[in-house]
């Protein structure tokens, strides 16, 4: 990992911990969803109408839950990291919809975060059945998993294809320019009237 991610995970962590239940829940996903459409945008061939589709208020893949979606379905992320990103997002949920006094401690909120499957860092004095703490280390988790990645899907980004060979998808009249011999064509003109 390079010093400049670790130290800006460091401090993203800090203020993790400084967060009530609520703006943990919520500012704990932010990275991941920036890091999820960032890992859209590298692999999006260059030229494409990035902003479009990732970061305008209304774009298709704008949300969370439609950035891991499209980041799954194209390969990006694996179905470990999928379901865990599930999860996190149905916590914050949960928290962005309750109108107060929602904690970690809520049942529901309990039952998710023990769902979590992040490795968890045994023999540390770590409170491990804490939902509170099972959240923010699955965030953390997901977050290193991610931080670099839009750096490694860069390497695979998509490029345009040439799926027929120039000149091949033109209109002809096939009285003046009939088709080679053998190759497939597929004619469109008007029928002639039956007398």
């Known amino acids: 990992m390079l010093l400049s991610t670790a130290e800006d995970l460091a401090l993203f962590v800090d203020e993790l911990k400084r967060e009530s239940d609520r703006g943990l829940a919520l500012v704990g996903v932010a990275l991941i969803d920036d890091k999820l459409g960032d890992t859209l945008k590298a692999f999006f061939r260059e030229g494409a109408p990035n902003g479009r589709l990732v970061d305008d208020p209304n774009a298709p893949l704008s ?14 992320i694996d179905h470990f990291e999928f379901a865990e990103i599930g999860l996190l997002r149905k916590v914050r949920n949960e928290f962005a919809h309750a109108k107060h006094g929602l904690s970690f401690q809520s049942p529901r909120v309990q039952g998710l975060c023990s769902s979590l499957k992040a490795d968890l860092p045994q023999d540390a004095g770590y409170p491990l059945t804490e939902p509170r703490f099972r ?6 988790a997901m977050a290193l998993r991610l931080y670099h990645r839009p750096d490694w899907v860069a390497l695979e980004r998509r490029t345009s294809k040439g799926y027929f060979p120039q000149g091949e998808t033109t209109w002809r009249s096939f009285a003046q320019n009939p088709p080679p011999n053998g190759r497939p064509f597929l004619a469109i003109g008007k029928a002639k009237p039956e007398r």
Do not use: M, Q
Not at 63 to 76: H, M
Not at 135 to 140: A, G, L, M
């Open 63 to 76: 949300t969370f839950s439609s950035r891991a979606d499209a980041c799954y379905a194209l390969g990006l």
């Open 135 to 140: 959240y923010t280390n699955s965030v953390v």
